[in-house]
């Protein structure tokens, strides 16, 4: 009995703190946001002080947050659903009528995924300034819809897979044409994994920071590009910066953790039940 | 996704300068012995190499123990668990800068006050352990994403069977390997699968805190390909490193493949 007790307690000592751990860096970034610049840089470093607002004030007097938040939510949903567009038909195809090539075009698809962006970035600037569509929202739905495909299709593929093909050839009996198929029959049945899907290219857009930095300036600037403006110029504001980027991690965060079960379930494919 | 890959295999055999635009034209191969002969890039090549190599050594290793860990029961687990799969969900650029200016910084940073407090040295992590550095803020990054994995994993774990394994006499121990790890290889195969795919590519960490510095101890492909286009201007260069990425990228493909993706039944 004794020993379990032990046991018990150091379980709960070391999961805390680790747990205590982990979370300190964001637990300091938010709590230096609360702190007068002289606060912040001040040694030793102050666990108690006088909370205050400057920071977050003098970050909305520079740069209209919400207009930044706007364009986050705008271009992570845009990228999303798009990617999502042009993925569920190619996850069918390929998981329902595969051809012999289909496993070698899968992985040709997630190798893709391992190019460093810049090596794709001066044809890209060019084919956007000649389209016009530099420093736009639509430009950059289209990146990130881009970006995300292969992912994207790969997973989907995998909850498709798991589908016994029985359902979706009873349907055909029953005079189910191909979109009829997969509305009425395979989306239905897969929402769990579809919607874990999308979960993980939204959080995967709104972090996404390359393409942001390159291809916007200001009118669609989403927050990644509104915390580069934060740091380069005066990296030695930490209150200020540390307000910055608690507004740009927060909506991300709390989405995060109400999901996580749902995303957890996509990240695994299934694989692990 | 055909069309760019396309231009920077075409522009990869061209003469192609934005600050030189006399100097044009078909240049064979040249972009590539270029490269091939700079020392910055086999470096480069390396880096990527060990920075993939090391985190996704710690992050997997760490995020077993951790997903054991809290699969025990104690109190407020649910919150702790919150807590520690945070890491996941802040922007890259975000964690660089935090770690780079609240924990690193030799002054004014939480680690060299903690060093200060002890009675050491306070470290300038960037300029003495670049790359070092560099590979605890991506562990931090990751290892919450393969805890999160494989805790799901371990919760799935039969307990009957663990319940039987321990009536016939293993010890924890035994059990962890014999029982735990095996049921884990599918999870540890995702892991590692997709922490490779975004490994491959780091940026954003390297661009915010070191610049791919001191030197070049810590520019990866990606990194140097980025310097090739933007701060050289030389797009022919650059093209060509992004061949060469491709390149690198479907040989890793490949590995993988063979040894992890056929558990997944791709």
Known sequence: ?273 | MIVPLVMTLWFSFQYYNLLNPEAAGFAGLDNYRFLVTDPDFWASLANTLILLGSVLLITVVFGTLLAVLYDQPFPGRNIARLLVIAPFFVMPTVSALVWKNLMMHPIYGVLGYLARSVGLEAVDWFAEYPMVSVIIILSWEWLPFALLILLTAVQSLDHEQREAARMDGAGPIAQFFHITLPHLSRAISVVVMIETIFLLTVFAEIFVTTAGGPGNATTNLAFLIYARALIQFDVGGASAGGVIAILLANIVAFFLVRTIARRLEV
């Open chain 1, 1 to 273: 009995m004794r020993s379990s007790l032990t046991t018990k307690l150091l379980i709960t000592l070391l999961g805390w703190g680790i747990a205590c751990l982990m979370f300190f860096p964001i637990f300091w970034m938010v709590l230096t946001s609360f702190k007068t610049e002289g606060a912040a840089i001040a040694t030793p470093p102050q666990l108690f002080f006088t909370p205050t607002l400057e920071s977050y004030v003098e970050v909305q007097s520079r740069a209209d947050y919400l207009s930044f938040a706007f364009n986050s939510v705008a271009v992570s949903v845009g990228g999303t659903v798009l990617a999502l567009l042009f993925a569920i038909p190619a996850a069918y195809a390929m998981a329902f009528h595969p051809s012999t090539r289909t496993r070698g075009t899968l992985l040709w698809m997630l190798s893709t995924k391992m190019l460093p962006p810049v090596g794709v970035l001066v044809p890209i600037y060019l084919l956007f300034r000649s389209a016009g569509l530099l420093d736009t929202r639509i430009g950059l739905i289209l990146i990130y819809g881009l970006m995300n495909l292969p992912i994207v299709v790969w997973m989907l593929f995998t909850f498709f897979k798991e589908m016994p093909n029985d359902i979706l050839e009873a349907g055909r009996m029953d005079g189910a044409r191909a979109w009829g198929e997969v509305w009425y029959l395979l989306l239905p049945l897969t929402l769990p994994g579809v919607a874990s899907t999308g979960l993980l290219s939204l959080i995967l857009c709104w972090n996404e920071a390359f393409w942001s930095l390159n291809l916007t300036s200001s009118a669609a600037a989403p927050l990644t590009t509104f915390i580069a403006s934060f740091s380069s110029p005066e990296g030695l504001f930490f209150a200020k910066l540390s307000a910055a980027s608690t507004v740009a991690v927060a909506p991300i965060l709390v989405f995060g953790w109400l999901s996580q079960r749902q995303l957890v379930r996509g990240l695994t494919f299934g694989a692990v039940k």
